[in-house]
């Protein structure tokens, strides 16, 4: 690839009064790319975001900007521009005095800053709010205010916290689309962090999934998806059945009692592996014509489809289904080779279990916005 | 429900304001009478205006406020920042708990500490006058600062704590940031603590009653200082331009708060903008003149400390003395020296002796003239504190009556005259001639007529209260022995459950309204009374023969040893016993006055009609020094003034006893408050419990 590097995080480290933020991670972050750091509270993303901004000094560890070490370098003198989580408008300033706040700063001419502010309205579509209070604007306008003011400096770099968190769902997807636009219109490169792995996917360029100050996986959309490289990254993107299993041979795995193929290769004989299987790629089928047997636990309808969980030899697998079948209803399931996927053993192996205590709410629980480091 | 949820709103708006409302009203009323409303006038207001010593007062209070609270805001709002910006949570408390304690501690204590403070830098630097506007101004803003860091660090608090980092994303060095986005984000609480130091500064008393300077003299201070006369309406009509002034500044302050801002229009908004700019604005020009104003010619400053009310100062066309000695004087150094300069009468008042002893005595204060009493006299001629006077360079002395040359308290044993009288005056009782029968009237013992009983006034000062009791028994008030102390103190257990209360000032409006009968009081006083209302009358205490038994007192000029300006102050002496001035003087104050030049004047005489047999007393002039051996009071000894306080303290602790069941009332308010406190923290605990014990019964969640 002959892509620019724009930013490299080398060996980078954090401590907050003695915990570990950050475990020496390394990053690379390419021109005209929206990368997205995606994770749990506390996972270390924010932080990361917060050192390429300049508003943390890493302990250990270079910050690279264009190649030069920029570790010493105030957040005033850097050419990033950050659109903050609570979007930090400035509220004794109306919206065009919060654009134009960085060029003022700049001894820029005032017709310029006309010309740039009304450009700048224009592209987040809040032509006409120039007079406008910020404090009474909706949240997503002010969102649009935030980015607007961040990106008037015409900065190398786009730093978003979390930026549509505190919004409503319907206006979170178009402000998805109109995130992915701009970025595509400015060829600014977009620093993204988000606990939301459905707005990671469809966004981003690159996903980088982070937990316990590591990084677990950086990767396309589709290959952290398809090819998650552990059990947290498979259990935090998307569901996941995760099993314990042994690799019997290249293409041959053993779970569940049952011998399966697949399309993994490259382990040792016999080495326990975890093997993961998404709930869309299992089949419902008769009984009889089951790899696998069980009883149906229970039934939910979700929309698209119904989300059933079966008990498999103690394993509550998730199954969904466009077919309906009844709770306590015996049934088979057939899962396809491909839709097998074997992962090494790691510290995360044993923290996620079967769908036994799983329900919508303590999902959503677990999602509450990312604590502020 | 809802009507008397209205009545009993405007009971509490009643109770809050009744008082102030009553001044208002008060401060346009045509006479100065307190108890009678007799037509509305602007009158006062215009008397306050030409009142030269409380304007240049009102000045003072204003320059102080402002520049007081303008430093504390800039010092406090860089303090709230400093303390905001802390990372160390305990350094943090630490620091705002050593804030906060200055303005829980009584304001005396601050006071105090910082007069002792000052004493001791100035002693270092061996500076005479160590108290003056520049300590005064450092006490303002000490006591300030916690009320501006108060009002501030909320502010900070509650601004977006990513605000300082949106700024310097955007390119602003931490300087601008804080200029550009933390400052405007909390001018609200700027301003609020900006106004809040303002108005505590504004109406300070006790702080600056102990830090403030000779030559110096703030509006509470000169209000306070007023009582050895009384407090004139024209105080009324102060007041309520203050309280209107500070009430325009609360509701500014209350404009700018953040949650009015939201809720107000744009054009509200620019309004409220205006209005608090152009305050400023005023106050920034006001500054700016009384600086420039302040430079120029050489001064001769003279400093003169004088009880309240107790000079002519040309209000009602009087003669204004001081401003009248500034230019004889500047006329009179110019054709000596031909130089010109300007003469300034720095002239502050105290409230009573032991007021200008504390000061004197501290000796971080220089004054060139004071006027105390008789027995003060002798006890600062004892003590070193006031030097002789060289009467060459007064020879107006030549007018004192001879008899009053060397009264009692300066009588000239070493050669030396330390004191020239000013005024003297003779404790009579005023009395209502509608409730009191004729024949009752004539000695002491009216005072002790239980026929009165609820109507009778008494001293509230120790020396003037067991004075009557012993004038009364006939115990000589300046050797009386302990058990004679002590006969005069039953003497006024006796009295106790007759008297109505013991006043000073009050007695004028309880006489003059009716709601008292019997009072004993200062002559020159009760003539102020009388003339208020025509049903008083007054009487010297007398025995069969018609001898006077009471007091006689006088007050003198003196200088302190700490005085500047010796000369200066011997010319001040001999300026107010010239014709002019000491007329003017006697006129205003109404006391009887030692000076020929004023006795013997005919228009005076004519001015006093029958006024003057009662100031000066029916007595033969030449049975005066007599009256003054006998019934003066003179400085007591160590030990009885330490006998008389605790006498006192005897009596006064019986007077504020109170009834049981305030006691019991107490009690329970107490019990109540600690009972429910017991009963929530017992409700707390049990809730805690079930608390605990239901969650460790229940599985983890993950």
């Not at chain 1, 206006?171 to 998805?176: H, V």
Request: aromatic share 12%; charged share 25%; glycine share 6%.
């Amino acid at each position: 690839m002959n892509r620019k590097k724009i930013i490299e995080l080398k060996n980078v480290a954090k401590s907050f009064d003695g915990e570990v933020v950050l475990d020496h991670i390394n990053l690379d972050v390419y021109e005209k790319e929206f990368i997205t750091l995606l994770g749990p509270s506390g996972c270390g993303k924010t932080t990361t975001l917060r050192i390429i901004a300049g508003f943390v000094t890493p302990d250990t560890g270079d910050v690279m900007f264009d190649g030069v070490k920029i570790n010493d370098v105030p957040p005033y003198k850097r050419h990033v521009n950050t659109v903050f989580q609570k979007y930090a408008l400035f509220p004794h300033l109306n919206v065009y005095e919060n654009i134009a706040f960085a060029l003022r700063l700049k001894k820029t001419s005032e017709e310029e800053i006309y010309k740039r502010v009304e450009e700048m309205l224009a592209m987040v579509n809040l032509a006409g709010f120039e007079k406008k209070d910020v404090n009474l604007l909706s949240g997503g306008q002010q969102q649009r205010v935030a980015i607007a003011r961040a990106l008037i400096n015409n900065p190398r770099v786009l730093l978003l916290d979390e930026p549509l968190g505190a919004l409503d769902l319907k206006l979170r997807k178009d402000m998805q689309n109109e995130l992915k636009n701009i970025q595509r219109k400015t060829g600014i490169t977009f620093i993204y962090v988000t606990h939301d792995q459905e707005e990671a996917l469809s966004m981003s360029d690159t996903v980088v999934v982070m937990a316990d100050g590591k990084i677990q996986q950086i990767g396309s959309p589709t290959d952290i998806y398809n090819e998650p490289e552990n059990a947290f990254v498979a259990d935090f993107i998307g569901e996941s059945n995760i099993l314990d299993g042994v690799m019997l041979d290249d293409y041959k795995a053993r779970f569940s009692g049952h011998d399966f193929e697949c399309l993994d290769k490259g382990f040792a004989k016999n080495e326990a592996v975890d093997v993961v299987v998404r709930p869309e790629d299992v089949d419902v089928v008769d009984p009889e014509k089951g790899m696998l047997k069980g009883v149906v636990d229970s039934v939910t309808f979700k929309g698209v489809h119904y989300e059933i969980i079966v008990t498999i030899d103690n394993f509550k697998w998730m199954i969904q289904s466009t077919d309906y079948v009844k709770p306590g209803q015996k049934i088979g399931i057939y899962i396809e080779p491909d839709a097998i996927h074997i992962m090494k053993k790691s510290e995360y192996s044993d923290m996620f279990g079967d769908y036994s205590s799983f329900s919508d709410e303590l999902e959503h629980l677990s999602d509450a916005t990312e604590e502020e480091e | 429900m809802k009507t008397a949820n209205k009545v009993y709103t405007w009971l509490v708006f009643i109770f809050l304001y009744m008082p102030i409302a009553v001044l208002i009203f008060y401060s346009f009323n045509a006479s100065n009478s307190t108890s009678a409303f007799s037509g509305f006038s602007l009158y006062w207001y215009k008397e306050l205006f030409s009142d030269s010593a409380t304007l240049t007062a009102l000045k003072n209070t204003l320059i102080l406020a402002i520049l007081s609270s303008v430093i504390a805001t800039v010092i406090g709002t860089l303090a709230a920042a400093g303390i905001y910006k802390m990372k160390n949570k305990y350094v943090k408390s630490g620091i705002m708990a050593v804030t906060n304690i200055p303005m829980m501690n009584p304001e005396i204590v601050t006071g105090i500490s910082m007069m002792l403070l000052f004493v001791f830098v100035g002693g270092l630097v061996h500076s005479s006058s160590t108290l003056g506007f520049g300590t005064l101004l450092i006490a303002h803003i000490t006591f300030n600062l916690p009320y501006v860091i108060l009002s501030v660090l909320p502010k900070f608090k509650q601004m977006d704590k990513h605000l300082p980092e949106a700024a310097l994303d955007l390119g602003c060095t931490p300087a601008q940031s804080f200029l550009k986005v933390e400052l405007p984000n909390v001018m609200s609480g700027i301003v609020s603590g900006f106004i809040m130091a303002f108005t505590l500064s504004l109406d300070d008393f006790v702080i600056s009653y102990f830090t403030i300077g000779s030559g110096f003299e703030t509006l509470p201070i000169r209000i306070y200082s007023m009582t050895k006369k009384r407090v004139t309406p024209d105080m009324y009509a102060l007041s309520a331009l203050i309280f209107v002034t500070i009430l325009i500044l609360l509701i500014l302050s209350n404009m700018t708060s953040d949650k009015e801002r939201t809720r107000m229009s744009q054009k509200a908004k620019k309004r409220a903008k205006i209005a608090v700019s152009s305050v400023f604005g005023v106050i920034g020009v006001v500054t700016l003149i009384v600086l420039i104003a302040s430079s120029g010619t050489k001064t001769l400053t003279l400093n003169v400390y004088n009880w309240g009310e107790y000079i002519s100062d040309g209000s009602d066309d009087s003669l204004d003395v001081n401003a009248a000695f500034e230019e004889y004087y500047a006329q009179k150094y110019y054709e000596e020296t031909g130089e010109r300069v300007k003469v300034r009468v720095n002239y502050t008042t105290y409230a009573s002796n032991e007021d200008l002893y504390a000061k004197l005595k501290s000796g971080a204060n220089s004054y060139d003239v004071i006027v105390p009493s008789d027995y003060m006299i002798e006890r600062f001629i004892k003590e070193g504190l006031i030097q002789p006077i060289n009467l060459e360079n007064v020879p107006n002395y030549q007018y004192i009556k001879d008899d009053f040359k060397h009264p009692f308290y300066d009588t000239g044993a070493d050669g030396n005259t330390y004191s020239v009288m000013y005024t003297y005056g003779i404790v009579g009782i005023i009395y209502n001639t509608e409730k009191v029968d004729e024949e009752d009237i004539g000695g002491w013992d009216l005072l002790w007529n239980e026929k009165y009983k609820g109507q009778i006034l008494q001293f509230n000062n120790p020396r003037d209260a067991f004075g009557t009791a012993m004038y009364s028994l006939g115990i000589d008030v300046n050797n009386a022995t302990e058990e004679e102390w002590r006969m005069a103190l039953d003497e006024l257990r006796k009295q106790k459950p007759i008297v109505q209360s013991y006043v000073m000032d009050e007695v004028y409006n309880k006489m003059e309204s009716g709601e008292a009968w019997i009072a004993a009081y200062y002559a020159g006083d009760c003539l102020s009374m009388i003339e208020n209302n025509e049903a008083l009358d007054f009487y010297y205490p007398q025995d069969e023969e018609g001898n006077y038994i009471t007091n006689i007192f006088a007050d003198a000029m003196c200088i302190p040893t700490s005085c500047a300006n010796k000369e200066l102050a011997e010319e001040y002496i001999n300026f107010m016993l010239s014709e002019e001035p000491a007329i003017a003087n006697a006129e205003y104050i109404y006391y009887a006055s030692p000076n020929t030049l004023v006795t013997e004047n005919a228009e005076y005489q004519d001015y006093l009609e029958d006024d003057y047999d009662v100031i000066y007393g029916t007595i033969p002039e030449e049975d005066l020094p007599e009256l003054f051996d006998k019934y003066a009071f003179r400085n007591l000894p160590q030990d009885k003034l330490e006998l008389e306080n605790r006498l006192w303290e005897e009596l006064k602790v019986d007077a504020s006893s109170f009834d049981p069941s305030v006691y019991i009332v107490c009690a329970v308010m107490v019990a109540a408050v600690v009972g429910f406190g017991i009963f929530k923290y017992v409700q707390k605990r049990k809730r805690r419990k079930l608390y605990w014990n239901n969650n460790a019964k229940s599985p983890a969640t993950a």
